[in-house]
């Protein structure tokens, strides 16, 4: 009978909930401990999910020589800390996006991580992009050369709604200090990781121009009590290779768009919506042989798929812990799209 792992939670709203009952579920891992901010929190999660160990300091997970993982899905302005206090302590983890909020946590971040060769050290940016059907769909498509060469991509995914009305205990992710922005912080791991792994990340940044960021739109002070994140912006990121890359985020805008991408290349270029949670259809723009434009919907095999982006993610890091994979998402590659959203903000 294979081990099952014995992992701590640190960190238990949504994801928190969302990773237990993953790992619960998987048969191949069970969670021993719980860490959250209040008392409350701990007993009320213990008993929903029948965790035997609960505390309102991580470090007492940290102490446990039985633990062999813990994920760390605590609000990302104490993903740093906690992170540096679980490399030091010799624990795997699962680290939530975005990574750290402040571009020096990251520094400090990386330079620890160079020093630690056994650990599995897994960044949470690769669950809805890099192990779900449609990555490397695409991903075949580029590969096959029909598009050329690829040298425009367009993105963009505007709501009205906010991060507080999609997640409504998550008040701090409308609080810069704590979250350290809104829509870009939000989904730009998820968007980077996706489109920058579709050409096996080898554009470099070279320029960010930021067109505008915008936080003026919405009064949410009758939701929460800080609302300083932004709600609409727009970039321009141009790399080495020569790629352009048009991308804006926002939430909290007075129109709606859905999260769509183009890619532009100068044989071919396709159309699509990278979440599992949209259309499978993959819009694919070329020339025929006698040189007409033609329009052909490819669709993706997803009948197969567990329709639950964090059953991948958690199987990928249990295999990993058992030596039959490496991180797909390693701090070091997650830094270098991180290090994207910074510069807009920077810019």
């Known amino acids: 009978m294979e081990k099952k792992f014995n992992i701590g939670v ?14 619960q579920r998987s048969g191949r891992a069970e969670v021993s401990w719980i ?11 213990k008993e929903k999910f029948k965790i035997p160990k609960g505390t309102t300091d991580y470090k007492d997970i940290l102490k446990d020589p039985d633990v062999d ?13 906690i992170a540096i206090d679980t490399i030091n302590a010799g624990k795997n983890f699962v680290l939530e996006k975005p990574m750290v909020i402040k571009r020096s946590e990251m520094k400090k971040l990386l330079a620890l ?20 059907p449609k990555f490397e769909f695409i991903k075949n498509i580029i590969k096959s050369g029909k598009l050329g060469e690829i040298y425009y991509i367009h993105h963009n995914h505007l709501t009205q709604g906010t991060f507080v009305e999609y ?16 829509p870009f912080f939000d989904w730009g791991a998820y968007d980077l990781s996706f489109h920058l792994g579709l050409l096996d990340d080898k554009p470099c940044i ?38 352009k890359y048009y991308y804006e985020r926002g939430g909290g805008v007075h129109c709606e768009t859905a999260n769509e991408t183009r890619i532009y290349g100068t044989k071919g270029g396709l159309k699509f919506s990278f979440p599992t949670w949209e259309s499978n259809d993959v819009e694919f723009f070329y020339i025929d042989p006698q040189g007409r434009p033609v329009k052909e919907i490819l669709k993706i095999p997803m009948q197969d798929y567990c329709n639950d982006d964090n059953v ?36």
């Not at 993982?69 to 104490?78: D, E, H, K, L, M």
């Not at 505008?212 to 970039?235: K, T």
């Open 10 to 23: 640190i960190g238990a709203g949504m994801w928190g909930h969302k990773h237990i009952e993953t790992l």
């Open 312 to 347: 991948p993610f958690i199987d990928h890091f249990l295999d990993c812990l058992e030596k039959k994979a490496k991180p797909i998402m390693p701090l070091s590659l997650a830094a270098k799209h991180l290090d994207i959203i910074f510069r807009i903000f920077e810019n």
């Open 206 to 243: 070279k320029k960010v121009s930021s067109l505008f960021i915008r936080n003026d739109l919405r009064d949410l002070s009758s939701l929460v009590p800080v609302a300083d994140v932004e709600q609409h912006g727009v970039a321009m990121l141009e790399f080495d290779t020569g790629l």
């Open 167 to 182: 997640n409504p205990k998550g008040q701090w992710g409308m609080n810069k200090k704590f979250a350290g922005g809104g």
């Open 113 to 132: 991580e160079k020093k630690t060769k056994n650990l599995v050290i897994l960044e949470a940016s690769c669950r809805h992009t890099r192990l779900q």
């Open 69 to 81: 993982a813990v994920i760390i899905t605590s609000p990302p302005y104490t993903h740093a800390e």
């Open 35 to 45: 860490a959250a901010k209040t008392e409350k929190t701990v007993s009320e999660t």
